[in-house]
């Protein structure tokens, strides 16, 4: 057992409200510079949809991510061999209209203009080539658009719906859409770490964050095709690719990150995981429908006494224990088995998780017949001919997630790799809890209903408050966990302090003309 | 001191510089050469004799005494001009001659008339009717010419063999239709015929000493060796005589359609194994679709 120590991450979709301000923080600190003007580190799209880059999930594109040869894995799109022999000409890069070209407005035309008889119109410009452009996407078309055919139905991950399961998502009235926010997944196994020509990549040992070493990054861009989640980026201007760092420079100093800090809907949490490093290529290769179950094997328990130990031993500190303890993660992952990876058939182990989203599936279309209400209609009346009712009722316990307006299939294709057996007993334990939370608060509900909710999805009474609380009434400290980040310690792996140490801080070179 | 040096360096150099010029103009006074000798030599040799029998051109002993000067001014200036202009002694040696143009030349009347005078002066021996045989330095005739010879003359040509004293190889400007020698340049004439036009000694007196201006700028420093012309000689004399019997295969078009048939299969092949590789935005038609205003 090598036990390491991993920042990890859940977003609780339910909460999310779409309003981008995660991405405006992140870009505000990190990517508002010449040539990292179409990244978003932090981007939220809209499914269904393409996303950014478009179709980023459709790995026949884009070849990232690993997949499964012999019981073992090998990069999809790069790697040793085949990184070598496309090392000059990689076809499966994305370009840049699959991101958007990035824009700005002569916004001086309008302060400078001159009195006309029109209003002056700011021109947009391209922040590529500062000429003028006409805008022809943006980093999430998809909800600026409404969900046109173009990008909505265009979906990856409406591959294994049947076609009258796909047409009903769309249908007027019955449409249904969420929010995805997405970042670095900081992955267990890597697919961007293990593409590198030059090995500039690496997951840093004491918290699991990726990182590219700009001084070592030779621009071959083998990171872009392999990240499965088109998380890192090629900047044009310095000629070397970023990604994500998790902030770690206010990790260290003890605070959120950026994306996290500025949440409206405080649907993230952070904290810390410990895994068992020696069993990640075992998880990495499992089968398809074992992928979630090994991923969530090899994450360990805090509490038990033989993982402590050998946490210890291995030089994780007694604070990073704590904090592990203390993880909203572990609850919202391991404990209550809420979240799920997103997309875990890239087979890249990702480390943020995402409690799938309730809302669009809490009502259902129940067949009705209408024909009787309609007669009762004056002739000249518009007449409805659907033969559908929206049904919001909890007359039926589970029935609504079963014939959920989203078709589950689609949420599987998300975060279950295909399997909806994943995704149903998560919805029902956040339907459980709000029945539970519905009979406390409000008590219109049976007794022997909200228990059998309960019973059938294995939760306690306690642990659906636990799970209300963490989810609606969280205080910062109790989403974000983070624990000291031991620099100290950690650059002692690397460099010997005790050579500089003298030498640097603050002090007089010369006595001060007034005496000390 | 230094001064002195200089000086004594000066008186050196000057003393070197005489012996030099007085050594150069020495073969000067010893191998006196008339202006019209020279130019004969340099010039008219490779095609005419003076007495010993016709080569690519006539033989012109007495020739003054058959045609007037300033028809020969005339002729020698362009020949050309005056066949096409219809007078009828040009035309009738410009047919007789296989219809080989006689390059122009560009000599002041002067120098013509040194050459004339040149050429009386060598008028004096009867006039030898058979040509001097073209021999190997091993004796060997060109008639006993067989497959070896041809095929050194084969490759002095195509340039597999180097010419000794390192002159280009005749194929980077001439062609020979020819089954064992690729497609040369196109620059100067196709040879494939040569013999049939210019008889074995006119092909063999041009290669010895050629008359024309960029192959006399290419081998006046680099001369080509009597065997050397020899060989090269039987090779187009016995290449002359193959194309007679069979048309070779004009490796040029072969080439031509050879390379576009085989690039359309090999982007056909490219085209298909990466059938599926990525080619463009995959919003590419959305783009395509919108309006531009730009």
Redesign the interface.
């Known amino acids: 057992m090598d036990v390491r120590s991993q920042i990890s991450m859940v977003f609780h979709l339910d909460k999310c409200i779409g309003c981008h301000t995660c991405s405006i923080a992140c870009k505000n600190i990190w990517t508002d510079r010449k040539g990292a003007e179409y990244m978003w580190w932090n981007n939220v799209e809209t499914k269904p949809g393409t996303g950014y880059p478009s179709k980023w999930e459709d790995q026949t594109i884009y070849r990232g991510g690993w997949e499964k040869n012999n019981g073992s894995i090998s990069l999809k799109g790069s790697g040793k061999f085949k990184g070598l022999a496309n090392i000059f000409h990689n076809p499966y890069l994305p370009v840049i209209d699959d991101y958007y070209e990035p824009w700005t407005y002569k916004y001086l035309d309008l302060i400078e203009s001159p009195e006309l008889d029109d209003q002056p119109v700011a021109r947009p410009v391209s922040l590529i080539t500062g000429k003028p452009i006409d805008i022809k996407a943006g980093p999430n078309w998809d909800d600026d658009l409404s969900g046109t055919p173009d990008y909505a139905r265009n979906d990856p991950n409406l591959e294994n719906l049947s076609p009258a399961e796909q047409e009903a998502m769309f249908q007027l009235e019955k449409m249904a859409m969420f929010y995805l926010p997405r970042i670095c997944n900081h992955c267990l196994n890597p697919a961007c770490v293990a593409s590198c020509p030059s090995g500039a990549i690496y997951k840093r040992g004491e918290d699991g964050i990726v990182l590219i070493n700009q001084n070592v990054c030779r621009a071959w861009r083998m990171c872009v095709t392999a990240c499965p989640y088109k998380k890192s980026y090629y900047n044009w201007h310095t000629g070397k690719s970023e990604k994500c760092i998790l902030c770690y420079p206010r990790l260290e100093a003890g605070l959120t990150p950026a994306c996290m800090h500025s949440c409206v809907g405080r649907i993230r949490y952070l904290g810390v995981m410990l895994y068992d490093a020696d069993r990640i290529h075992e998880a990495a290769s499992a089968d398809d429908n074992h992928l979630i179950e090994k991923q969530l094997d090899i994450i360990l328990d805090p509490f038990d006494e033989k993982v402590i130990a050998a946490a210890k031993a291995n030089g994780i500190a007694d604070s990073t224990l704590l904090a592990a303890q203390n993880s909203p993660i572990y609850k919202f992952v391991k404990e209550w088995g809420l979240a799920l990876p997103l997309h875990p058939e890239f087979r890249t182990l990702p480390m943020l998780f995402y409690v799938p989203p309730l809302l669009p599936v809490m009502a259902s279309l129940s067949d009705a017949k209408n024909g009787a209400q309609n007669d009762k209609l004056n002739p000249i009346a518009k007449r409805w001919d659907d033969n559908w009712l929206y049904d919001t009722s909890t007359e039926e316990l589970w029935g609504t997630i079963e014939k959920a307006r989203f078709p589950l299939q689609y949420m599987a294709n998300l975060f279950g790799a295909g399997d909806t057996s994943k995704i149903s007993p998560i919805l029902k334990k956040m339907m459980a809890v709000r029945i539970h939370r519905r009979s406390v608060t409000v008590g219109d509900l049976s007794a022997e209903k909200v228990n059998s909710a309960l019973t059938d999805t294995g939760l306690s009474p306690e642990q659906a408050d636990a799970i209300y609380a963490l989810t609606s009434l969280a205080k910062f400290d109790e989403r974000f966990v983070i624990p000291p980040a031991h620099r100290e310690q950690a650059i002692e792996m690397l460099e010997s302090t005790a050579d500089e140490k003298g030498s640097t801080g603050f002090g007089f070179k010369e006595r001060p003309a007034r005496g000390v | 001191m230094l001064y002195t040096s200089f000086k004594n360096y000066n008186e050196k150099l000057l003393t070197f510089t005489i012996l030099l010029s007085l050594i150069f103009n020495l073969s000067e006074f010893l191998y006196p050469q008339s202006a019209g000798e020279t130019t004969f030599k340099g010039i008219c040799q490779a095609c005419h004799t003076i007495g010993k029998g016709r080569l690519v051109g006539p033989d012109l002993i007495n020739i003054q005494d058959l045609r007037t000067e300033s028809w020969l001014i005339k002729f020698i200036r362009s020949s050309q001009s005056m066949v096409n202009s219809g007078d009828a002694d040009a035309v009738a040696i410009f047919n007789e001659y296989n219809k080989t143009i006689m390059p122009d030349q560009n000599l002041s009347d002067a120098e013509i008339k040194d050459v004339l005078s040149y050429i009386k002066q060598q008028s004096t021996g009867a006039v030898v009717t058979e040509v001097q045989p073209i021999v190997l330095s091993t004796g060997l005739t060109l008639e006993q010419a067989r497959d070896n010879e041809f095929t050194i003359g084969r490759k002095i040509f195509s340039g597999e063999q180097r010419l000794t004293n390192g002159g280009p190889a005749c194929i980077s400007c001439h062609n020979v239709l020819n089954d064992e020698v690729m497609s040369g340049g196109l620059l100067a004439l196709d040879l494939t015929n040569a013999v049939t036009r210019l008889g074995v000694n006119g092909v063999h007196s041009i290669i010895s000493s050629p008359p024309f201006p960029v192959m006399k700028a290419a081998y006046s420093n680099h001369l080509v060796t009597s065997d050397e012309s020899f060989y090269l000689t039987a090779f187009l004399k016995n290449a002359d005589f193959v194309v007679s019997l069979q048309e070779p295969a004009a490796p040029q078009q072969i080439f031509l359609y050879a390379g576009i048939i085989g690039g359309a299969v090999l982007f056909g092949v490219y085209g298909t194994i990466?059938w599926?590789?990525?080619?463009?935005?995959?919003?590419?038609s959305?783009?395509k679709r919108?309006?531009?205003?730009?």
């Open positions: 990466w599926n590789r990525k080619r463009k935005s995959v919003n590419d959305i783009f919108q309006l531009k205003s730009i």
